[in-house]
């Protein structure tokens, strides 16, 4: 098969490397790629929303199977459009259509959504420019923390936790009135603060049936012991010790069914990756959002502990056939650790140097590229998270370690990482 991957983060590196290890593709592409991704397929220089372009390519090389990694050209309508195009019309796309895309790319739907099938979720309120007055007094009498979310796309930085009702009035005037977040922030979700651990649970669904992977635990702070600003996100870990078959049942009856349940029910068209952010509450779990793609740098932990053939998974997808498969998973503790450059995630400089790459490895390790390019011989920085190392090991302290190890070997101007990822599991 011919296989073309959108995207150009860690995610799509760890996706690109598992695909090309399938006996099924015979060709892969990426648009538009990094460094890491070219070792892995061919680079095309397309961007993720040139959705003329990227269907261009797809005739172009003849592509069986596109898959959709980052959430914009979903939000977007990617797989509408290409859907109309007569010579793509057996070409299998994986991610939803921009309908079922709107649970991630409308804050505001998705909280509809879930009290309409009544999944559990934080008790909120919506509010625009011209209910600002309305939402400043609303504020006002909302218990503390208060939470305030960006409806539409913020590259994961749209969420702002406050912990005075003073500070929740700024942000909240700093995302209406002053565009703080653009156009995501034209809408806000004012929300109940739910006191609990996070994680992440994902599935495979075509819509109807599901197949559930790998869970992980991200960490969005920047820095040590979870403190400062919230990230894209600092790193991984998975297995979640805590996430016992007890926990796992309950996710699947209160969360993961009645989503599903509720995306054939609003006829809402589905097939890809759904990721599901969750909150461990004394009340059970709540769902924090949706993603309607793998998250980053989740996916650096959950895939490569995947022992199927991803081809095969997504083809089981996109075929409706997921009822007929099996995860398999390897037991070993996977930790991923991000190296972003030094301002992110506030102002940052591209174009550093990147050393040591080729030099430093160890056994059950691998360096995920993110925000880097070529430029001659040289990698350099090209994006704010820059390399993703992940290791595997028997325990969360052990491939800590080995990712902490390389990540001490690599340098360019100004990086920055946390070296405490899965600080509180460890012994």
Known sequence: MNILLIGSGGREHALAKSLKQSKKCENLFIAPGNAGTALCGTNLLV????????????????????????EEPLVKGIVGYLQQIPELKNMAII????????LEGSKAYAKIFM?????????????????YKEGVEYIKKHSLPI????????GGKGVVICQTHI????????MLLKSKFGEAGKKVVVEEFLEGIEMSVFVLTDGENYVLLPEAKDYKRIGEGDTGPNTGG???VSPVPFFDETLKEQVIQRIIQPTIDGIKKDKLEYKGFLFFGLMITTKGPYVIEYNCRMGDPETEVVIPRIKNDLVDLLLATYNSHLSDVTIETTDQQAVAIVAVSGGYPGIYEKGKTIYNLQN???????IYHAGTKYEGNEIITNGGRVLVVTSFADTIEEATFKSNYILQHINFEGMNYRSDIGYEFKN
């Open 47 to 70: 961007a993720i929303t040139d959705f003329e372009q990227i269907a261009s390519h797809c005739i172009l090389h003849k592509i069986d199977m596109l898959i959709v990694g980052p």
């Open 95 to 102: 991610g939803p259509a921009d309908n079922a895309a709107q």
């Open 360 to 366: 430093v490895m160890m056994d059950n390790s691998t």
């Open 147 to 154: 939470v305030l979310k960006a409806d539409g796309l913020a």
């Open 115 to 131: 009290k309409h099938h009544g999944i559990p979720t934080a008790a909120y309120k919506k509010f625009t420019q011209e209910s």
């Open 234 to 236: 600092m790193g991984a």
């Open 167 to 174: 500070e929740a009035i700024s942000e909240f005037e700093l």
